[in-house]
């Protein structure tokens, strides 16, 4: 069976080839007449039509795709992201080419160069560090970037980050409130700026509320993975600091917290209380189910995508910082501590 045409197309509907064409085109469907829009889009629709993104590109000179840089796609936190992301993007008719880095720079530049040879029409960014060389150059290139969860010094980039401050603030408050006087944090590491916003957050509720506040109470992970919750865990435990609270940096530091409860016969809650940071995925399936600060994901995907499209068809706007708001999700992993049960 032969492959339907524009031609196709618009002869069905009864309209010029380059009306069809702006009709089928979101950036250019407004110069049509609605009813004949849709009528173009029901006919290509029955027909099976396919746009040629390819030849677009070529009348247009746009690639009509951008890139996403993702330093860990096993990490759960990325999934409802990239979805965001590809829910605007596909109805604004554009794709995405997608990049793991493994939080390898050497890795990171190569893969940056590859989805730029692709003539990517931006990208965004997930793998940010505090300084960032790679992206300081791309950005005096003039590649048009958007930074998702991080942000780095000295790049006047649009980004798009939780409230860190306001959600861990909502960790150390709802422990404070069951009773904790001595919680310790599991920091990201330091040479992000989420780590840092986190663990900065959190020395100041914690002076809010009066807790104590004696070092060591700050203990950076120097990777947001689960074995590296669990090694720095272990640390603590072994220097014979005494607390009854964590608030993790992330949901996967308080992951390996609980194999390091496992390991050595530490009941959570009732030993230990732990709230994690991102209500990734699966967590209420977790024994016990763990409390965390909760991360619109999907929104920040929605909005990074958005930020990037405005920076390609308004080229001279402001570029815009935006902080969406948590939320804390209970579960069993936290209780009041055993002296104030």
């Known amino acids: 069976m032969q492959t339907p045409t524009l031609r196709d197309v618009a002869k069905a509907a009864g309209v010029h080839a380059a009306t069809a064409s702006r009709a089928l085109n979101p950036q250019t469907r407004r110069l049509v007449n609605a009813e004949t829009a849709r009528r173009v889009l029901r006919v290509a629709e029955s027909l099976g039509y396919q746009p040629n993104p390819i030849a677009r590109g070529l009348k247009t000179a ?70 960032h060389p790679l992206l300081m150059r791309l950005h005096a290139q003039g590649v048009k970037m958007v930074l998702v969860n991080r942000r780095t010094d000295g790049l006047d980039v649009p980004s798009i980050t939780p409230d860190d401050t306001a959600g861990i603030g909502l960790a150390v408050k709802h422990l404070a409130g069951l009773g904790h006087r001595r919680i310790i944090h599991l920091a990201g590491p330091q040479t992000t700026s989420t780590g840092v916003a986190r663990s900065r957050a959190f020395q100041m509720v914690l002076r809010e509320h009066g807790l104590d506040d004696r070092s060591p109470l700050v203990v ?37 917290c609980y194999d390091v409860f496992a390991e050595r016969g530490i009941s959570c809650p009732a030993d230990i209380s732990v709230v994690g940071f991102n209500n990734m995925p699966f967590l209420d399936k977790m024994r016990p189910p763990l409390t965390t600060v909760a991360v619109p994901h999907h929104q920040i995907g929605r909005e990074a995508a958005r930020m990037l499209l405005e920076s390609i068809e308004e080229p001279d706007r402001p570029p815009r910082s935006v902080l969406l708001p948590p939320s804390l999700v209970t579960r069993a992993s936290t209780a009041p501590p055993r002296e104030a049960s």
């Not at 947001?224 to 669990?230: D, I, R, V």
């Open 62 to 131: 746009k690639s009509r795709t951008i890139g996403l840089v993702i330093p860990d796609l096993m990490n759960p936190l990325f999934p409802p992201i990239v979805r965001g992301i590809e829910d605007v993007l596909g109805s604004a008719g554009y794709s995405a080419f997608i990049v793991n880095t493994d939080n390898d720079p050497d890795r990171e530049e190569s893969q940056v160069g590859s989805l730029l040879s692709r003539h990517v029409e931006g990208l965004i960014v997930a793998t940010a560090s505090l300084e």
């Open 220 to 256: 950076a992970c120097e990777y947001w993975s689960e074995a590296e919750g669990a090694r720095v865990l272990r640390e603590v435990l072994d220097w014979g600091t005494e607390f009854s609270a964590v608030v993790a940096g992330n949901d996967l530091i308080a992951l390996g």
